[in-house]
Every structure is written in structure tokens, then in C-alpha cells.
């Protein structure tokens, strides 16, 4: 229960952390068209953040999910397993006329 709530925690304080550095950036970029010239820098270090907090929370709302035991995906197939009537262009053989 305590890895639960530490991941919960993690995931909610990176997304608000991402939503404050994209309002920053959206504030910096402004101030940047408007003329000063080192609003730039601080575009560009807002922009980065919030990619790394959302890439972050991603993470942890991924590991989060498996936590809770959520694994509802279908099972991956390979084509190799099919049985070779499965397969298209498989050489079974058919009754009837040839159509042209």
C-alpha cells in the first residue's frame, strides 16, 4: 500500500510540476516576441522540464498501472505460430472451376 501511494504521489506532483512549466514557457515565449533576449533561455529550460516531468510521470503512471494489476492487453501472436492453414496463401487445395 505504501508503493501505491509514493507512485500516486510521484504521478500527481509531476503533472502539476508539467503543468506549471508549460504555463511558465507559454509566459516565457511571450516575453521572448516582445524583445528580451535572454527570455529565450528560460523558454528553453521551461520547454525542457516539462518534457522531463511528463516523460517522468508517464513512467510512473505506467508502473502505477501494473501495480494495480491492470493487464487487460491481448496476448501478443506471432505469425510464426500460426498453423500453416491459418496462413494466407496457404496451399489447401479447393473443388471447383478455375475463375478468371
Known sequence: MGRLLLL???VTLT????GYLVVAAIDFGAAARSGE???WWFLGAA??????????????LA??????????APA?????????????????????TRRS
Open 47 to 60: 520547454s525542457l522540464g516539462a518534457v522531463a516531468c511528463l516523460f517522468t510521470a508517464l513512467i510512473l
Open 76 to 96: 501478443y501472436t506471432s505469425r510464426h505460430a500460426q498453423s500453416s492453414s491459418d496462413r494466407p496463401g496457404s496451399s489447401q487445395s479447393t473443388t471447383g
Open 15 to 18: 503533472a502539476v510540476a508539467w
Open 37 to 39: 533576449g535572454t527570455a
Open 63 to 72: 508502473r502505477l498501472v501494473r501495480l494495480l494489476g491492470r493487464r487487460d
Open 8 to 10: 500516486a504521489l510521484g
